[in-house]
């Protein structure tokens, strides 16, 4: 026992008692130790007995060694003094080279084993240490090279998993585009026949009317034969001549023409009369949206020039007390609903398509609508006869209104904002007078929808007409001023109450290689779908005033 080894070996290791170098070994690990007794100091056996030595205090040691030597006890490996197996190594080794000692078998045997040098991996048998460490490396570095290929062969599989997984993904959508596209082209043939349906209703409508007239016209035709021969008998009884009896008829005749186009007159001239005098008491109605209108410009003025805060939640804020005030007039007066109103992105582009009433009241309560909800403000796009408009350069700065190009909403779109358009424009809505869609030659909003792969929103509002009207009387002579001068000069008066209900239809998604036109017609064919379905048929003012009013006649 050596007194000065102190054996404080660093954390995680163990002080070798042999060489005292430390080396790495924990509780249940101990094969570094072992490896280096073998390689280091040649020992190849009682590797526990060395450990556990190593392990012992300082102390503990002392004690075992007192206890030797004051007993003198010896294990059963020290030989007997008089016994003649006994060899001196050093000796041996010295004479080594001068004479031959025969050593004893059991001495021969551990020196012959001392010379044999395991591998714990493949238990192969090596005569020099070198070998030994040799044939490790090589195990090792072979091991090594195997470790790798099968890295290689794994991220081989996970990349042909992977691959034929994004080949399954694309499969997929390839299949779910087709079935969309078999379902539009599937949807428009029942729109197609449908149409084909109800022209040939109408067809045959028209030409039963077309029968029935003529029968009426026979009839007719058969009574007055009847009245003629009548009188025809009685003048000859009271013996007048044929040519005054014809004379008679012919004024007869003629006297009931005028009479009936008297009657036709008078009843064209009392609907008229209604209708001006309708205009004369509500021609108001408008100017009070326009006054409306200009009371918000003022608003978002007072906002910009006299808030503190920033400009832009300056105006924000300002917007958002106009939404709110637009709300609550559209569902004070008109009693505005929305249906639909999830098929409106909170987030992300969209081309909403409307159909356009003779005042867009319906359309600014859509507007105040997605505010209120997302706080997104849709960019219209607008006639540009609104320019004409006293203070039309505010309406434009603070409520996103402007004739944009197809450029300028395509750039919209692609920043993900919002953007309205009435494709039927003036004409729709001041000269339509059945809530047909007339779109004419309008493809633009379709163009920059499959420019920007954009989906389309389609709205109707029920009533919108029975709230606002246009002249009916001498509409052609509206007509014709409008194509002449391009300015909505046609009267238009109301105002009503009426109860509006905005339906926002589903998306449509334009597909690939549909043309602009193929596209216009499925918007088309999906608006007129909401009036349809929407729209009751014979709505009149007094009708539309009393569906909503009913609870309290």
Known sequence: MDPQWNGAPPSGSLTCMLCRGSVPCAKNETQHFRSHLQHHHGVFYHHEVILSVNVLSKDYLRRIVQEYERSGDKSELVGEEDSQDVVELEETTENASNSSVILPTRVKDIIEEAKVHN??????????LGDLIEHVNEYTADDKREQENIEMNRQSLENERRRLIEEKRVIKQRKEIERKRLEGEKLKMQREIRIKRQEELSHTDEVANSEENMKMDVDKRNVMNEINARNRTEARKEGL?????????????????????ATSLLKHCKSALLEILLW?????????????????????LFFEFFSEEAETKAMKKAFSMVAKMWSSYTSFWHGQTFVGMDNIPREGPAVIVWYHGPMPVDYLGLIAEVFNRDGRVINSVVDRCLSNVPGSGYIKKYFKCDAFSKVQCAGLLESGQLVGIAPGGSREALFDASYGVYWGKRVGFAKVALLTSTPIIPIFTENIREAYCTMSTARKLWSTLFEMTKLSIVPIYGGFPVKLTTHVGTPITPHKGETADMLKQRVKMAVQELVNANQKKGQTIKSALIERYETFV
């Open 119 to 128: 591998c714990r991996s493949c238990n192969a048998k090596f005569g020099k």
């Open 241 to 261: 001549s044929f040519e005054s009896t014809e004379k008679v008829l012919l004024t007869n005749s003629l006297l009931n023409s005028s009479k009936t186009r």
């Open 280 to 300: 004369y008491f509500t021609w108001l109605g408008p100017f009070n949206l326009l006054l409306l209108i200009y009371v918000n410009i003022l608003m978002c």
